[in-house]
């Protein structure tokens, strides 16, 4: 289990490192840009959503993804919204405590996915805003596409 442990710490830092300032409609098209052209170098066939809890800011399906990808989506980034935390840091706190997303949380399964691949849009001093997701590799695949991403734009 240490390996979850430690997994789920340097998720906690990502998130805790990879904030905001602000973030406005331009700043969702140049990071929707940027995963696309990483995910292209690739070859992958992911789908990419970037979205407030009302309102999509950029999307795009990626050549080899599937019409499942867009609700793997929905799902990853509801869970953002529910928990204020990436979906791969839900993951692994379920998988440490042997549940899952499912009735016994009160959460629906058809609208909720704890599986990697969705991260908060936090804006300092305001809280999470937006999520990014993407959807069609492995669960850590999706997290770390992002999240290296989000290490080059706010880090740089």
Do not use: C
Not at 27 to 35: C, E, F, I, S, T
């Amino acid at each position: 289990m240490s390996d979850i442990s430690d997994s789920e710490k340097e998720v906690a830092a990502q998130e805790e490192r990879l904030v905001f300032k602000t973030f406005s409609e331009s700043d969702a098209w140049d990071l929707g840009q940027r995963l696309v052209g990483r995910a292209l170098a690739h070859e992958a066939p992911v789908v990419i959503n970037i979205r407030t809890p009302n309102r999509t800011l950029f999307h795009a399906a990626l050549p080899g993804s599937a019409p499942d990808n867009d609700m793997w989506a929905r799902r990853k980034s509801n869970v953002v919204f529910h928990f204020h935390h990436a979906s791969y840091a839900i993951e692994l706190a379920h998988k440490r405590k042997g549940r899952t997303i499912g009735p016994e949380i009160g959460l629906d399964i058809k609208d909720f996915a704890d599986h990697g691949g969705s991260f908060p849009v936090r804006i300092k001093d305001t809280g999470v805003f937006a999520a990014i997701t993407v959807s069609g590799l492995a669960s850590a695949d999706d997290h770390g596409l992002i999240v290296a991403v989000l290490d080059e734009m706010l880090t740089a």
